[in-house]
């Protein structure tokens, strides 16, 4: 017979009940899984594609730039310094934080020292009792925060924003991985790009943060390309796309703001359509 207990069902246990379960799971996995298990939950938000734990006691909030000084004046130099992991706006491995040469010896400690005392300094400085800093993915793998908080912590640390998420196609319009060599050069092209925009002052619409964004970079040198799916193989179940060059980027960009369909903009180095990017916002 196998029991299953959800994150909720677990939380309305004793505290009893719930210690003698850690008990019984102390080996090291076990007692690693056990002590997150415990964690401030979060709302979901369905951001990203991980699926988040949900608790009704708990609620994640997103912190303004005030609010993170606040927090930040009032926690351990060493929870300070964790925080920057969170402040790149990446879900954050755990195994990252724990073990070896880690911030943190072990996963309760990570929880006790860290995300307990985080939570509740944050509860302290916003006078909100059932604020949480921090949600994770289903598997209990990845930690994250707001994506407002983690761009609230990178003006306290002075970091500069992040590059965003990139889609990036080859010639034929088929997917690369990011980490393919051959999205390389343009990856570090953009890069450079992306430290002249103030992300501060995008548009908070999707739309037209996309279409302020690829002007940017358009202004920037780089030249714009239209991806179009052009058949589907049945065969091998995948699509056939076209690739051509926008000879007023502008005006598309500008089209794009009001229009959606089949069609899809990238950026590419100047002359060379080898490897094109897409901005995922």
């Given at each position: 017979?196998?029991?299953?207990?959800?994150?909720?069902?677990?939380?309305?246990?004793?505290?009893?009940?719930?210690?003698?379960?850690?008990?019984?799971?102390?080996?090291?996995?076990?007692?690693?899984?056990?002590?997150?298990?415990?964690?401030?939950?979060?709302?979901?938000?369905?951001?990203?594609?991980?699926?988040?734990?949900?608790?009704?006691?708990?609620?994640?909030?997103?912190?303004?730039?005030?609010?993170?000084?606040?927090?930040?004046?009032?926690?351990?130099?060493?929870?300070?310094?964790?925080?920057?992991?969170?402040?790149?706006?990446?879900?954050?491995?755990?195994?990252?934080?724990?073990?070896?040469?880690?911030?943190?010896?072990?996963?309760?400690?990570?929880?006790?020292?860290?995300?307990?005392?985080?939570?509740?300094?944050?509860?302290?400085?916003?006078?909100?009792?059932?604020?949480?800093?921090?949600?994770?993915?289903?598997?209990?793998?990845?930690?994250?925060?707001?994506?407002?908080?983690?761009?609230?912590?990178?003006?306290?640390?002075?970091?500069?924003?992040?590059?965003?998420?990139?889609?990036?196609?080859?010639?034929?319009?088929?997917?690369?991985?990011?980490?393919?060599?051959?999205?390389?050069?343009?990856?570090?092209?953009?890069?450079?790009?992306?430290?002249?925009?103030?992300?501060?002052?995008?548009?908070?619409?999707?739309?037209?943060?996309?279409?302020?964004?690829?002007?940017?970079?358009?202004?920037?040198?780089?030249?714009?390309?239209?991806?179009?799916?052009?058949?589907?193989?049945?065969?091998?179940?995948?699509?056939?796309?076209?690739?051509?060059?926008?000879?007023?980027?502008?005006?598309?960009?500008?089209?794009?703001?009001?229009?959606?369909?089949?069609?899809?903009?990238?950026?590419?180095?100047?002359?060379?359509?080898?490897?094109?990017?897409q901005p995922k916002i």
């Amino acid at each position: 017979m196998m029991l299953v207990l959800s994150p909720h069902d677990f939380q309305k246990l004793s505290p009893a009940c719930r210690s003698e379960l850690l008990r019984l799971l102390m080996d090291d996995r076990g007692s690693a899984d056990a002590a997150f298990f415990l964690s401030e939950s979060s709302e979901a938000d369905g951001s990203i594609e991980t699926e988040e734990v949900v608790s009704e006691e708990k609620k994640v909030v997103s912190l303004t730039v005030a609010e993170a000084g606040d927090l930040l004046g009032n926690i351990s130099d060493r929870s300070s310094q964790t925080l920057k992991h969170f402040a790149v706006g990446q879900p954050v491995p755990l195994v990252d934080l724990v073990g070896q040469g880690k911030p943190y010896k072990n996963y309760i400690e990570l929880k006790r020292s860290f995300v307990g005392a985080v939570n509740r300094r944050l509860r302290t400085v916003s006078g909100n009792r059932n604020a949480a800093l921090f949600s994770s993915d289903r598997d209990q793998t990845l930690i994250k925060v707001k994506p407002k908080t983690a761009q609230s912590l990178r003006r306290i640390f002075a970091m500069p924003d992040p590059l965003p998420l990139m889609e990036y196609c080859d010639q034929q319009g088929q997917e690369l991985a990011p980490s393919h060599p051959q999205c390389q050069a343009l990856a570090q092209k953009l890069e450079e790009a992306w430290k002249q925009i103030d992300s501060t002052k995008l548009p908070a619409d999707s739309v037209e943060c996309f279409a302020t964004v690829l002007q940017h970079l358009v202004d920037r040198g780089f030249e714009l390309y239209v991806r179009s799916l052009k058949n589907w193989d049945q065969d091998t179940d995948t699509p056939g796309y076209e690739i051509h060059t926008v000879i007023d980027p502008l005006m598309v960009i500008e089209n794009r703001r009001t229009e959606h369909g089949s069609v899809e903009l990238f950026v590419g180095l100047p002359g060379d359509s080898s490897t094109l990017a897409q901005p995922k916002i």
